[in-house]
C-alpha cells in the first residue's frame, strides 16, 4: 500500500468542530503572542533599543522582529520532523509551550536603562524561541484540521486557520487598546506596555486545556498502524519524488508573496499611519483593527470559494491585482489619512542641494551635515528630493529654509528647528484626526489590502496539505512556508523601511513587495496545479 492509501478513521462532525476551533484558538494566540512586539514597536524601540537616531531605532526594533522571522525554518525543521515521527498534535502542544513563555519573558526584561545591553541581547533570544515555536505551530495546525476535515470541504475549514492569523493580529491590537484606555498614558509608556506580554500566560493556559482535549490526527494514526512513519522527514522532504520541484512552487510561487502582501495590508499600513501620515496612535490602531475584524470573513470566503474552482485561482488574481492596485491604493491611504501633508508636498516639494549627501540609517550620528538635514527629514516623515551642490541648502517649493543656525550637534533641537521653518512653508506637523468620511475611506482601502491578502492566503494551508505526502506532509509543507514567511515577509518591515529612509519616499518600500509579487506570479503561472483541487495521492507520484 502506498503512500495517501492507508485506511483512514473518518471523524465525527463533533470531533471536526473541536479540531478546528481549538486549532484556530491556538493559532490566535501564537500569532497574538508574535505580532504584539510589531504592534508596541515603538515602546520597544525606547525600552530596549534607545538611540539618537530615531530612524536607527526604529530599523533595530524591525531587526528583531526579523531575527524572529529568521529562526522560522529553523523551528519548521525540527518541529516538522517531531510532527511527522511523533505525531501532529505533541508537537503543536510544545510550539504553543515554548511561545507563551517566550512572549511573557519578554514582557519581564529590564530596560535597556537598567541593565544595559544585556537588555536587547535578551529580547532577541526570546524573539528567537518565538521564531522557533512559530515555525512548527502553522504546519501543524494546518495539517492537524486538514487531515481532519472531508477532501471537498478542506479550503473552507483550513481557511479558518488562515483567518485566525488576522485574529492574533486583530487580538494584539485590541489588548493594546484596552489597556491604554485603561492605564494613564505615561504609565502605559512607562511599565503598561508589558502587560499584553504577560497576558500570553493566561492565553497559554487556555490553549493547552482546549488542545489537551484532542485526538491524535486520523491520518498520522492510520500511517502509524501501518508503518509508514518516515524514519528521516527533512532528508526525504528532498529526496522523495518530483518533491523538490514543489518546494520550490510552494516557495516562490505560494509563501513568498503571501507573507510580503500580509504584513504590506496590516503591518506596513498601520506603521504608515502611525508614522508618516501621523494619525493619532489610537486612532490608527482602531481603524487598522476594525478593518481586521471584517477581513477575517474574507479568508473563509476564499477558502470556500477554492473547494469549487481549485485554489490556484484565488491566489494567481490576488497577486495580479497586487501588482496593479498596490501602489494607487496605498496613494489614496495618504490622501485620505493626512490630505495637508499630501498637499504640501505637491504644492511645495522639499528639495535638499549639497555635497556628499550620503545617508546612512543604521549609523547613530550623521558623518556630513547634509546627511544629518536627510535624518530630520526621514525623522520627521517629510519626503524630500536630491540634487548635488557645492553649497548645502534646503528649500520648501519656492521658499529657501536658512540653516545658518541650524543646531548640528543636537538632533532634537535640529528637529524641532526642521519642522518649525516646514510650518512656515506650509507643513502640519500637528497630530491627525481624520474626519469621519476620511476615516471611512481609510476602512475601505483597507479593506481592499484584506481582500488581496485573503485571495493570495485563504486556500494555501489546503494548497500546501494536497501538495505533499502524508509521510512527510509536516516538515515538506513547514519548510517552504516558514522560508517564505520568515525571510521575504519577515524581513519586509526592515528593508521596506530601508528604502524608505534611503529614498525618502513614503511609498517606496512598497517595491519590495512589487517585485516579490511579480516573481510568485511567474513561478505560480508555471507551476501550481490548475483545476478543482485534488488529495496528493490522486495526482503526485
Request: aromatic share 14%; with cysteine; charged share 15%.
Amino acid at each position: 500500500m502506498g503512500p495517501g492509501q492507508t485506511v483512514i478513521r473518518e471523524p465525527s462532525k463533533k470531533e471536526i468542530r473541536l479540531v478546528i476551533a481549538a486549532s484556530s484558538a491556538g493559532t490566535v494566540f501564537e500569532w497574538y503572542d508574535f505580532f504584539i512586539y510589531g504592534t508596541l514597536a515603538g515602546l520597544i524601540g525606547q525600552a530596549f533599543f534607545p538611540a539618537g537616531n530615531a530612524t536607527l531605532q526604529m530599523l533595530l526594533v524591525w531587526a528583531g522582529f526579523a531575527v524572529g522571522f529568521g529562526f522560522r525554518p529553523l523551528g519548521a525543521i525540527l518541529f516538522g520532523y517531531l510532527g511527522d515521527r511523533l505525531g501532529r498534535k505533541y508537537t503543536f502542544l510544545v510550539t504553543v509551550t515554548l511561545m507563551g513563555i517566550a512572549t511573557a519573558g519578554v514582557g519581564l526584561v529590564p530596560s535597556a536603562e537598567a541593565i544595559g545591553l544585556a537588555a536587547p541581547i535578551i529580547v532577541i533570544l526570546f524573539r528567537i524561541l518565538q521564531g522557533l515555536a512559530l515555525g512548527g505551530e502553522y504546519g501543524g495546525a494546518t495539517i492537524y484540521v486538514s487531515e481532519h476535515c472531508p477532501p471537498e470541504r478542506r479550503g473552507y475549514f483550513t481557511s479558518y486557520i488562515q483567518a485566525s492569523v488576522v485574529g492574533g493580529f486583530v487580538l494584539s491590537l485590541a489588548v493594546v487598546l484596552l489597556c491604554r484606555f485603561a492605564i494613564p498614558v505615561e504609565q502605559f509608556n512607562d511599565w503598561g506596555w508589558r502587560v499584553p506580554f504577560l497576558l500570553s500566560l493566561v492565553l497559554l493556559a487556555i490553549s493547552l486545556w482546549m488542545r489537551f482535549k484532542l485526538n491524535e490526527s486520523p491520518v498520522f494514526q492510520a500511517m502509524k498502524q501501518e508503518r509508514q512513519i518516515s524514519a528521516n522527514p527533512f532528508l526525504e522532504s528532498f529526496t522523495y519524488p518530483g518533491n523538490k520541484k514543489r518546494i520550490f512552487i510552494a516557495l516562490f510561487g505560494v509563501t513568498a508573496c503571501l507573507t510580503t502582501i500580509f504584513y504590506s495590508a496590516f503591518f506596513s499600513s498601520l506603521s504608515f499611519l502611525k508614522g508618516p501620515m501621523r494619525v493619532e496612535p489610537t486612532t490608527a490602531e482602531i481603524l487598522v483593527g476594525l478593518s481586521g475584524i471584517i477581513a477575517m470573513s474574507f479568508y473563509l470566503l476564499v477558502g470556500k470559494w477554492s473547494d469549487r474552482v481549485g485554489r490556484r485561482k484565488p491566489i494567481i488574481l490576488g497577486n495580479i491585482l497586487t501588482l496593479l492596485t498596490i501602489f494607487p491604493a496605498f496613494w489614496l491611504l495618504g490622501g485620505l489619512a493626512n490630505p495637508g501633508l499630501v498637499e504640501s508636498a505637491r504644492a511645495a516639494p522639499v528639495v535638499v542641494a549639497g555635497p556628499d549627501c550620503s545617508y546612512d540609517p543604521f549609523s547613530d550620528d550623521q558623518a556630513t551635515r547634509c546627511g544629518k538635514l536627510i535624518e530630520d527629514l526621514t525623522d520627521s516623515g517629510v519626503p524630500y528630493s536630491l540634487e548635488q551642490s557645492e553649497r548645502l541648502t534646503l528649500s520648501a517649493g519656492a521658499m529657501p529654509l536658512a540653516l545658518e543656525t541650524y543646531r548640528w550637534d543636537d538632533s532634537a533641537a535640529r528637529r524641532s528647528q526642521l519642522e518649525a521653518a516646514l510650518s512656515d512653508a506650509g507643513y502640519d506637523f500637528s497630530v491627525q484626526y481624520p474626519a469621519p468620511a476620511n476615516m471611512l475611506g481609510i476602512v475601505g482601502v483597507l479593506l481592499f489590502f484584506g481582500v488581496l491578502s485573503a485571495l493570495t492566503y485563504g486556500s494555501v494551508a489546503a494548497l500546501l496539505a494536497e501538495m505533499f505526502p502524508p509521510r512527510i506532509r509536516y516538515s515538506s509543507m513547514s519548510i517552504p512556508y516558514h522560508i517564505g514567511a520568515g525571510y521575504f515577509g519577515g524581513f519586509l518591515p526592515m528593508i521596506a523601511g530601508y528604502i524608505v529612509a534611503k529614498t525618502g519616499d513614503a511609498y517606496a518600500g512598497l517595491w519590495y513587495t512589487w517585485v516579490i509579487v511579480a516573481v510568485a506570479l511567474a513561478v505560480g503561472l508555471w507551476g501550481l496545479p490548475s483545476g478543482p483541487p485534488r488529495d496528493f495521492a490522486d495526482h503526485h507520484d
